[in-house]
Each structure stands twice: as structure tokens, then as C-alpha cells.
């Protein structure tokens, strides 16, 4: 399962990263970025590409 990091100090809560994962496994919480179905990734790596502030990372 791949395993989703996110920058807290690089995000602003902008969710590009959740528009762009067809699965939904990220979520806005605090105005920061929350992987809350890891479970679910395809470790397809839109979440990452489309982060303007590259702040999410997507791990093997």
C-alpha cells in the first residue's frame, strides 16, 4: 500500500491534491490536507502532480 506524506508546512489547505485523486483518499481537515482513505490509493500520483506548492508526497 502506498503511503501519502504531506508537508504541513508546505500546504495551505488549497485540496487540489483532493480534486485530483479519483478515489478520494485525501480530505481537507484544519485547512491542511488529510490522507483519510489510505486504503483506497492507486498510488496513481495525481495528488502529488497537481499539488502547486508540492507539499504531498506519494511513497512506495
Known amino acids: ?3 501519502i506524506e504531506v508537508n504541513m508546512e508546505l500546504c495551505n489547505g488549497c485540496a487540489a491534491c483532493c480534486d485530483a485523486c479519483p478515489m478520494e483518499v485525501l480530505a ?3 485547512d491542511r490536507a488529510k490522507p483519510m482513505h489510505p486504503d ?4 496513481c500520483q495525481l ?3 497537481e499539488c502547486p506548492h508540492s507539499a504531498i508526497k506519494v511513497c512506495d
Open 47 to 49: 495528488c502529488e502532480i
Open 40 to 43: 483506497m490509493c492507486m498510488n
Open 28 to 30: 481537507i481537515d484544519n
Open 1 to 3: 500500500m502506498p503511503k
